[in-house]
């Protein structure tokens, strides 16, 4: 079985930057896609960003195009979301997601595509 393990959630000032990252242990697959989702306190679960582990191809959520970047190792199997320019609207608990299989219809932005999911961590923008 496959555990996801973020990290690098904490406070920022508003235009600041955080980096986190998630690392696959366990039995390790190889991945179709991974993507980042969040979740403020009232809210649904939101995309964010999403990496095609293959060729690195990626989708960002409007809101933070731009201002996010997703990345993969694929020696170390982590991927990570640099977060730059914060705003107080980024706050929420942020999941890391793992596809595993490849899909004739690719719906990275939809939460129920992912197979697997981390904890959580947690992001505060204090403006």
């Known amino acids: 079985q496959v555990q996801l393990v973020e990290s690098g959630g904490g406070l920022v000032q508003a235009g600041g930057s955080l980096r986190l990252s998630c690392a696959a242990s366990?039995?390790?697959?190889?991945?179709?896609?991974m993507g980042w989702f969040r979740q403020a306190p009232g809210k649904e679960r939101e995309f964010v960003a999403a990496?095609?582990?293959?060729?690195?191809?990626?989708r960002y959520a409007d809101s933070v195009k731009d201002r996010f970047t997703i990345s993969r190792d694929n020696a170390k199997n982590t991927v990570d979301l640099q977060m730059d320019s914060l705003k107080a609207e980024d706050t929420a608990v942020y999941y890391c997601?793992?596809?595993?299989?490849?899909?004739?219809?690719?719906?990275?932005?939809?939460?129920?595509?992912?197979?697997?999911w981390g904890q959580g961590t947690q992001v505060t923008v204090s403006s």
């Open positions: 366990g039995r390790t697959f190889s991945s179709y896609a």
């Open positions: 990496i095609r582990w293959s060729d690195g191809d990626t």
């Open positions: 997601a793992r596809r595993v299989y490849w899909s004739a219809s690719t719906s990275y932005t939809v939460a129920s595509w992912y197979d697997d």
